[in-house]
Structure formats: structure tokens, C-alpha cells
């Protein structure tokens, strides 16, 4: 029997309406369905952010549109074949959920542009590249709450000490030592720079390191919580 012919018996979660971050309470779920067993979400977009995450838990998916405002996204669990953690990358774009208070085709859009950017299929660029560069535009640009996220993506994805060492030189070189010294050593993204070096100094491992960071600079931390 094809697994579709049986997504009645999914437990449903609709989120079309919550207004707190479903994303973890979500993919806790998945985690504890058993091989064979499925999960459905209903959303007012298609949750494209969420496919890359399940497909890292063994699930396949597809999605149907009912309405201009309502997807059904099934997910079945194929099999137990889950990444480690230290290769999920943390701090999910849940700030795109924010854009349903504006206008639902606006989140749509949002998604659309999020998948082309950071899920594009063959990307020219690798991921942790692209992380490094958007850290550096948003330093150039005094986005700190941006660089401090994607400083913690772009280590959790095996960025180096030394690759961060040249990176924030860099910033000294562009930005100058009066303006790092005024407004990038206060900040957040350097104080998680600063954490990563001490803590392998310490001989921490790296997936030690992100779960500390994440204590201290997770979605709770209003310097990096969308």
C-alpha cells in the first residue's frame, strides 16, 4: 500500500493561528513517530524550511493546496536514517512566520526567496560560505542580532577558529579600529566569537560548544531571537 493512501490516520497539526514558534514543539513530534507512522501540518504557505529538516529524520513529504490559505503538508516516516544534531543547523528562519500578520501572499513570497537563497538545489556557493558572507554584511551594516545567528550557523557547520580569527580582522581592516573597538567588540557576535575561541581552548567539542551558545544566545537571547 503507498503510504499516501493512508494519511487520514496522520495526526493533523494546524499552526495557522499560533502565534508562539511551533517549529521545535513540531519536529519533537516527528522525532518520536515510529517507522510507518506520519505527521500532517496545515499552514496557510507551503513550509519548504521544514522539508530539508524531515527529510534529515528519515521522512518523505508531500503537500496539497486546498485553498489560498490553507497547505496540508504530509510527512511520512520512512525510516530511522537521522543526521546527527551537530549537523542540523540551529536557529530556523522563524522570523518568516512574523510576515503572515502583513499580508499571506507576502509570507509566500518570503518562503519562495528564503529557499532560493539557503535550499537552492546545486548551490554555486557552499552553506557555510554563504553564512560567512551574510555575517559580514550584516556587521558592514550593524545588523548584530542577524550576525550573531548566522556566526552560530556558520560554526555549527564546521567553521574553524582560524577562519573566524580572519574574519573579524577583517572587520578591523573595514571598519576601522574606532568603530570596532566602539560598537563590534560590545556587541553580541563578538562575545560569541570570543565564547567559541575560550571554550575549545577549554577543550570543548564543537557540538559541545553550539548547545552552550544556544543556551546563551538561542531564541530567548533578544540579541538574536527573531
Known amino acids: 500500500m503507498n503510504w499516501k493512501d493512508k494519511i487520514e490516520e496522520f495526526e493533523v497539526v494546524d499552526v495557522r493561528k499560533s502565534k508562539k514558534v511551533f517549529l521545535q514543539g513540531f519536529l519533537n513530534k516527528a522525532k518520536a513517530l515510529e517507522v510507518g507512522q506520519g505527521i500532517c501540518v496545515v499552514q496557510i504557505f507551503e513550509p519548504k524550511p521544514l522539508y530539508k529538516s524531515m527529510e534529515k529524520m528519515g521522512y518523505e513529504h508531500f503537500c496539497e493546496k486546498i485553498s489560498a490559505k490553507e497547505y496540508r503538508t504530509y510527512f511520512y516516516k520512512k525510516n530511522n536514517d537521522s543526521h546527527d544534531e551537530i549537523h542540523e543547523m540551529p536557529l530556523k528562519p522563524t522570523a518568516l512566520l512574523n510576515y503572515k500578520n502583513i499580508d499571506d501572499d507576502l509570507i509566500s513570497v518570503g518562503v519562495d ?27 558592514g551594516a550593524g545588523r548584530y542580532r542577524q550576525a550573531s545567528r548566522e556566526l552560530i550557523k556558520t560554526y555549527s557547520l564546521g567553521t574553524k577558529v582560524a577562519e573566524l580569527d580572519e574574519l573579524f580582522a577583517l572587520f578591523v581592516w573595514n571598519q576601522g579600529f574606532g568603530n570596532f573597538s566602539s560598537e563590534i567588540m560590545p556587541s553580541a557576535p563578538f562575545k560569541i566569537y570570543q565564547l567559541i575561541k575560550n571554550k575549545e581552548k577549554e577543550g570543548l567539542g564543537r557540538e559541545e560548544v553550539v548547545k552552550e551558545l544556544l543556551e546563551k544566545f538561542g531564541e530567548n537571547n533578544p540579541d538574536v531571537k527573531n
Open 113 to 139: 526567496f528564503w529557499q532560493l537563497i539557503w535550499d537552492k538545489e546545486e548551490s554555486a556557493i557552499d552553506l557555510r560560505i554563504k553564512l560567512m558572507l551574510s555575517l559580514s554584511n550584516a556587521i
